[in-house]
């Protein structure tokens, strides 16, 4: 089955500087990744996500670009702000209409924390 | 804000106890599902659900069950043979089953007494 792994576990970095959280997949059927940011003591949202069939995705300061033949994917947010440090997560999936579909299976999830 | 509702916050279990996590939605989505979250280990699948009456074992389901009796309910319940029960609990749930979007409660944290 699918295993995801997530690099780093923590990252700090001074607000303003850029984050770059990574992950890769072992399915190589894999054709959807989000990412979701969990803050403390909240619920899990999406905050981003990609297809297979696009190599990057970006929505203001926040951006995912995947690889495919290395099968990773990541996740990088510039100009960095204090309400940014969360915790990240990956996740990949196989999404399509019928046929062969599988469950996200997600990282273990990055603590993000950006010092003011 | 609502949504996907989780009840209680906090639940403590004594030991040889079953106990039940509640979640409820009124998004009117088909498919639900249980995640267990552990410190550094990320959202694991414990059960899901596509439709009314239907409910599927995810990756570790040993020690849990669930009931799928109305749409906008999928409580779970963590049994006496769940060892090491103490975890976060996240309820979500989707338009449908594996759709581009999950909507995540709030949580229940279960402690052992």
């Known amino acids: 089955g699918e295993n995801v792994e997530q690099h780093p576990s923590t990252l700090s970095v001074q607000e303003g500087d850029s984050a770059v959280i990574k992950c890769t997949y072992s399915?190589?059927?894999?054709?959807?990744f989000p990412w979701y940011k969990q803050e403390l003591g909240k619920r899990p949202q999406l905050i981003i996500d990609?297809?297979?069939?696009?190599g990057e995705k970006k929505d203001q300061r926040i951006a995912v670009t995947l690889n495919k033949t290395a099968k990773h994917f990541s996740l990088h947010i510039t100009e960095t702000q204090p309400e940014d440090s969360a915790v990240y997560f990956c996740a990949a999936s196989i999404l399509g209409d019928g046929g062969s579909q599988g469950n996200l299976i997600f990282g273990k999830g990055t603590k993000l924390s950006v010092k003011p | 804000d609502g949504g996907i509702t989780q009840s209680p916050k906090y639940l403590f279990r004594k030991e040889g106890q079953n106990v039940t996590l509640s979640c409820e939605q009124n998004l009117n989505h088909d498919a639900m599902y249980w995640y267990r979250q552990d410190p550094g280990q990320g959202l694991r699948l414990i059960y899901y659900?596509?439709?009314?009456?239907?409910?599927q074992k995810g990756d570790i389901a040993e020690g849990y069950s669930v009931s799928r009796e109305k749409k906008e309910s999928f409580p779970l319940t963590v049994t006496s043979a769940q060892k090491n029960p103490t975890a976060f609990y996240l309820c979500?749930?989707?338009?449908?089953?594996?759709?581009?979007?999950?909507?995540f409660g709030s949580g229940t944290q279960l402690s052992v007494l």
């Open positions: 399915d190589s059927a894999s054709n959807y």
């Open positions: 979500a749930s989707s338009i449908r089953r594996l759709s581009e979007k999950l909507f």
């Open positions: 659900s596509q439709i009314v009456n239907d409910f």
């Open positions: 990609i297809r297979s069939n696009v």
